[in-house]
Nanobody
Framework: QVQLVESGGGLVQSGGSLRLSCVAS????????LGWYRRAPGKQRDLVAD???????YYRDSVKGRFTISRDNAQNTVNLQMNSLKPEDTAVYYC?????????WGQGTQVTVSS
């Protein structure tokens, strides 16, 4: 089992920045993919960005150039630096980890961007 704990959410004005962090614990050896999803009110949970163990990244189009995902394999952490935030980025953000085909989720952290 892998446990994930997120931190760093909050309220920010449009154009501001936030940094989300996620720490994995438990059976962390073998974790391959790490990523961030978000769920806006009334919408499905969508992939925001992910990063594989070699550092390869993916970003959804709406966050390209504004968000940066990074990971520290030794510390079992994944971060999401979010710049130039927009009201449409408001959502609950979830950290996820993929280990041997199983997906694990954090409890989520709220990000609210005011206009």
């Amino acid at each position: 089992q892998v446990q994930l704990v997120e931190s760093g959410g909050g309220l920010v004005q449009s154009g501001g920045s936030l940094r989300l962090s996620c720490v994995a614990s438990g059976s962390t050896s073998g974790i391959n993919g790490l990523g961030w999803y978000r769920r806006a009110p009334g919408k499905q949970r969508d992939l925001v960005a992910d990063i594989d163990r070699q550092g390869g990244t993916y970003y959804r189009d709406s966050v390209k150039g504004r968000f940066t995902i990074s990971r520290d394999n030794a510390q079992n952490t994944v971060n999401l630096q979010m710049n130039s935030l927009k009201p449409e980025d408001t959502a609950v953000y979830y950290c996820c980890a993929v280990r041997y085909g199983a997906t694990y989720w954090g409890q989520g952290t709220q990000v609210t961007v005011s206009s």
